[in-house]
């Protein structure tokens, strides 16, 4: 039996994670993140809702000629027919027919208050709706699986007439019926009583489809799992509306790496935090740094405690192998950090301090030293890496030295605002008095600064800031609040992050710059002066 036929892993990424709040999709998008879902060897990509708006008619249509999958098959979404209308007639389903995908999903009520509240129809009819629906589409050539809606809501309230809507839909041919938690409010003991019962009261494959209003989307997953269930539905990253979906890339890593079940193909799964940062770069919704297996902080160790351990067994304070799922461990500086921990991210870096426990002790009391004013070392690596040299050689890595500074603001008569920085630096022996102006005093003086240094150092042609972050930290023994300023730079080929701390933002700013362009010269082969 092959992965997809044995167990089947169902993305609803471009249906139900498109909910989200603040999430909005083009048709361009939702190729790419298809293309992103096959290459990770998910089984089913379901799609939307042909014929319900022109947005996913359009993505249906398009993909017909231009959506090529190996790995996936591609699913419509759609809901059973009307009330008292024949399948054959109904526009929606026909949408489905038309959609040209081989696997159709359909929602129906399992739920008898919602069946009278919401359908505004009979029990009967509801089961005819489904019963009729599936037999249409299969007729048609169709594979068809049924999304029971509020399956756990409705088998609560009236257990027999739940347990029929699953009886109905697979007596009429669907391949699977997804028990839908759409509210959200199950726990995992409950879930999986449940699960037990549909499945020793029935002779229908189940899946099961969860969101994560109680903290639990996952976990409920994996529990129905456990229970019994073949097929699991969910987004990359957990997105969807409210609290959002089961996160597929935890539930994935958990059946590979927990209960060893294959299911996606060989070492697909290594492939799993490139993908999920791919997609979150087309979803333009940040990953959290905290998820599970994929997110930057998944494998990262603060506590010099921990990187004691990790220095000599890593799985002393790691569950996984990061490797496995594409990601890597990372070392955090701070002022927690212990010796074991400055000589793990020094290897990190690239930076050999072998062994000498003086020197460590020095970049220890440093960096203590320096987290004490404001300072965060976690989060600028390069700043960091920069302090370490200075530790070995005695001095900090320098190719000029700012002497003075000096930024303007001015709003002119015709409320247009003009920024200007007059920057004086001394390089190669060179005394040079550079201006520049800008959107704002720091985007000044950066410009300023370059434009000073570039007939030195070309190589600062390729460098652009790419992010630029200000928190103000609160007021220590009655001094006034303390600014922190974060740059992140690239060079085209990777990207560093510098820090610098001050009262005045500009100064803190303009610490950070330097240390950015510093390190962007070391990584372009200059020797420092």
Known sequence: MTVTDGFHIYDTTLRDGAQQ?????????????????????????????????????????????????????????????????????????????????????????????????????????????????????????????????????????????????????????????????????????????????????????????????????????????????????????????????ADLVTIIANLELKKHQLVLPENSLREAFRISHAIAEVTNVSSSARQPYVGVSAFAHKAGLHASAIKVDPSLYQHEDPFLVGNDMRMLVSDMAGRASIELKSQELGVNLGGDKELIGRIVERVKDMESRGFTFEAADASFELLVHEQIKGRRPSFFTIEHWLTTVERAEDQSILTKAEVTVVAQDKRIICSGNGNGPVNAFDNALRSGLAQLYPELEVLELTDYKVRILEGRLGTGAITRVLVETSDGKGEWSTVGVHENVIAASAMALEDALTFGLLRQGRKPE
């Not at 027919?81 to 359909?106: E, I, M, N, Q």
């Not at 019963?131 to 309230?157: C, K, M, P, W």
């Not at 879930?191 to 989307?217: E, F, K, P, W, Y």
């Open 21 to 245: 709040e603040g999430l909005n999709l083009s048709v361009h998008d939702k190729l790419v993140i298809a293309r992103h879902l096959d290459d990770l060897g998910v089984g089913f990509i379901e799609g939307g809702w042909p014929g319900a708006n022109p947005k996913d008619t359009e993505f249906y249509a398009r993909a017909k000629n231009e959506l090529v999958l190996k790995n996936a098959t591609f699913v419509a979404f759609g809901a059973t027919r009307r009330p008292h209308v024949k399948a054959a007639d109904d526009g929606l389903l026909g949408a489905l027919r038309d959609s040209g995908a081989p696997a159709v999903t359909l929602v129906a009520k399992a739920f008898d208050r919602h069946v009278d509240l919401a359908l505004k129809t009979s029990l009967d009819e509801n089961l005819a709706m489904i019963r009729d629906s599936i037999t249409h589409l299969i007729s048609e050539g169709q594979r068809v699986f049924l999304d029971a809606e509020h399956f756990f809501d409705g088998y609560r309230n009236n257990r027999a007439y739940a347990l029929e809507v699953v009886r109905v839909a697979a007596e009429a041919g669907a391949d699977v019926i997804a028990l839908c938690d759409t509210n959200g409010g199950m726990l995992p003991d409950e879930l999986s009583q449940i699960v037990h019962d549909v499945l020793a009261s029935s002779s229908a494959r189940l899946g099961i489809h969860c969101h994560n209003d109680t903290g639990c989307a996952v976990a409920n997953s994996m529990a129905a799992i456990a229970a019994g269930v073949t097929h699991v539905q969910g987004t990359l990253n957990g997105y969807g509306e409210r609290t959002g979906n």
